[in-house]
T-cell receptor, first 112, second 120 residues
Framework: AQKVTQAQTEISVVEKEDVTLDCVYE???????LFWYKQPPSGELVFLIR??????QNEISGRYSWNFQKSTSSFNFTITASQVVDSAVYFC?????????FGQGTELSVKP | DGGITQSPKYLFRKEGQNVTLSCEQN?????MYWYRQDPGQGLRLIYY???????QKGDIAEGYSVSREKKESFPLTVTSAQKNPTAFYLC???????????????????FGPGTRLLVL
């Protein structure tokens, strides 16, 4: 069965620290997609990134970067110089035949 | 502005009552989804629809029903058979890409603001 594991339930950092959120997945599909979403206290999920299994290039978008490694089935997310506005729950998700399987989420708290 | 709207923001259900959650999108997306989120947990798929007048059960469909009469709308009914309905309900939509050469393309799902359902 497909599965997504976010082992870190809660992370607390001080502003300007770098922080990495881990995501490990299991799938038998050769073609699949991985996503990261942010859920601020308001509740709405905000899309951050989508990657397909053929594209292992790391990606950087401003303070955000993603490290995709098929060899370890991981798709980790790093926030550089964290800010209080980054406080949220972050979800990693894996595609499964037209649907998404979500991890349990990592709650990030950035303190001033 | 294009987006997904859900109403109401808060909904209260009495014992034995059916309630309907609204989800509307103007993104011209073919696919729509309903998820349930319980405190401290990830999202679980209730129902999804890839085309008008067609929908499929997700992982936790029991006690729920849906309809897809219009492309823009995908209402979810929480029936009295759902014994533990208190949760946060999220609707999402995406473009639909058909299966190709054995692969299932997954377009990005965009989410609405959610409806919080509470039982009186």
């Amino acid at each position: 069965a497909q599965k997504v594991t976010q082992a870190q339930t809660e992370i607390s950092v001080v502003e300007k620290e770098d922080v990495t959120l881990d995501c490990v997945y299991e799938t038998r599909d050769t073609t699949y997609y991985l996503f990261w979403y942010k859920q601020p206290p308001s509740g709405e999920l905000v899309f951050l990134i989508r990657r397909n299994s053929f594209d292992e290039q790391n990606e950087i978008s401003g303070r955000y970067s993603w490290n995709f490694q098929k060899s370890t089935s991981s798709f980790n997310f790093t926030i550089t110089a964290s800010q209080v506005v980054d406080s949220a729950v972050y979800f990693c998700a894996l595609s499964e035949r037209g649907k998404l399987i979500f991890g349990q989420g990592t709650e990030l708290s950035v303190k001033p | 502005d294009g987006g997904i709207t859900q109403s109401p923001k808060y909904l209260f259900r009495k014992e034995g009552q059916n309630v309907t959650l609204s989800c509307e999108q103007n993104l011209n997306h073919d696919a729509m989804y309903w998820y349930r989120q319980d405190p401290g947990q990830g999202l679980r798929l209730i129902y999804y629809s890839q085309i008008v007048n067609d929908f499929q059960k997700g992982d936790i469909a029991e006690g729920y029903s849906v309809s897809r009469e219009k492309k823009e709308s995908f209402p979810l009914t929480v029936t009295s058979a759902q014994k533990n309905p208190t949760a946060f309900y999220l609707c999402a939509s995406s473009r639909f890409s058909p299966r190709l050469a054995g692969a299932y393309p997954q377009e990005t799902q965009y989410f609405g603001p959610g409806t919080r359902l509470l039982v009186l």
